[in-house]
């Protein structure tokens, strides 16, 4: 592991300090990795250099809304290869919470949760992306697509 030695401000140090106790890091390296990793992830987005990622589309919605919940559930079922998971909770008499999770082309897991939190009725939608290093493979007998993470 290479050691780097930086200079802040005292304001900036103690609220550094401040972060890594709030947050419960172990210590300000461990803080400082996960800055500098966020930091090029968001990076890599703005580019566009990144071509594979997984994402948690969150949203609020109004399952009195006409037609909503089929509409949601289409566009999962249309995007069937890349959708993960979904979980779906009842806050009230009027409003769900679902989250989403997306696995794949960059541009495609962007298309779906643009597609799903566009939708009228859905409120509160945010869209957390991941970039990952990704590729598909062949295995077994049947040949089926999977995806492996490479490091």
Known sequence: MRRLTISVDEELADSFDALVTRKGYLNRSEAFRDLVRKALDEAELVVGHVQWCVATVSYVYDHHERQLSNRLAKIQHDHHDLTV??????????????TVILKGKMAEVRACADGIIS???????????????MR????GQTGHLHTHPHR
């Open 136 to 139: 598909y493979e062949k295995h």
């Open 85 to 98: 998971t979904s979980q779906h909770i009842h806050l009230d008499h009027d409003h769900c919470l679902e």
């Open 119 to 133: 939708q009228t009725g859905v409120r509160h939608g945010h869209v957390h992306v991941v970039p990952v290093d």
